[in-house]
């Protein structure tokens, strides 16, 4: 069964450094999505991808995140300068399309990122 | 604003019972899906059902059926026969049809007693 590839499964960084997160979403799926889990907390939505422009985004998503499909596979998203509060658990997601029946997103395993 | 809310922190049934697991939510839209996601100790988030809001039949999958009450606003998720592989955290999520993101309910941990 097709899945969702995340890697790497767990980074550790310093503050202020960049973090690359990485994704290989389902290879006929054309909506990716990038969402945070805070310890504890909702799993909050960050960003949506499609035709490799950005469809929507959350006011979590600021100037320090970017993402990008620098290939026909991977889809990643980067931190520039990390901060504590941006430990978290990072899932990505892609879906075939939108509209009825086929906008079931189905997520990676996760990337836990830690800050210190 | 969308939300989601589900009221139970934490769960636990001994195997082989029928646990339900609720969630309320609230929307303007009259377009939308309800999704239950799985989310065992290896921490990946599972797809277990999903219900289109414009059908009134629940939907079943295997051991796993909902009541979705559409005039309330509920979509409970019942396990029946529940085995220990189902021990997971439980959330339910909304999506709009006219948007891109998943609106999450704060969880419930669902713990299966041997």
């Known amino acids: 069964e097709p899945e969702v590839t995340q890697t790497p499964s767990h980074q550790v960084t310093q503050m202020g450094q960049e973090v690359i997160l990485r994704c290989v979403p389902i290879?006929?799926?054309?909506?990716f999505y990038w969402y945070r889990q805070i310890l504890g907390q909702k799993v909050e939505f960050l960003v949506s991808?499609?035709?490799?422009?950005?469809?929507?985004k959350s006011e979590i998503f600021d100037d320090q995140f970017s993402v990008e499909r620098p290939d026909g596979s991977n889809f990643t998203l980067k931190i520039r300068s990390t901060k504590l509060e941006d430990s978290a658990m990072y899932f990505c997601?892609?879906?075939?399309?939108?509209?009825?029946?086929?906008?079931?997103?189905?997520f990676g395993a996760g990337t836990r990122l830690s800050v210190l | 604003a969308q939300t989601v809310t589900q009221s139970q922190p934490e769960m636990s049934v001994q195997e082989a019972e029928t646990v339900t697991l609720s969630c309320t939510y609230d929307?303007?839209?009259?377009?939308?899906?309800l999704f239950w996601y799985k989310q065992p100790p290896s921490r990946q988030m599972i797809l277990v059902i999903r219900?289109?809001?414009?059908k009134q039949q629940n939907a079943t999958e295997n051991r796993f059926s909902v009541n979705f009450q559409k005039a309330a606003k509920s979509f409970s998720l019942k396990i029946s026969d529940s085995q220990l592989g189902d021990t997971a955290m439980y959330f339910c999520?909304?999506?709009?049809?006219?948007?891109?993101?998943?609106?999450w309910g704060a969880g419930t941990k669902l713990i299966i007693k041997p």
């Open positions: 999520a909304l999506l709009m049809d006219s948007n891109y993101q998943l609106i």
């Open positions: 929307t303007s839209e009259s377009n939308y899906y």
């Open positions: 219900q289109e809001a414009y």
């Open positions: 290879s006929n799926h054309l909506y």
């Open positions: 991808f499609y035709n490799n422009e950005i469809s929507e």
């Open positions: 997601a892609s879906s075939e399309a939108l509209g009825i029946a086929k906008n079931i997103q189905y």
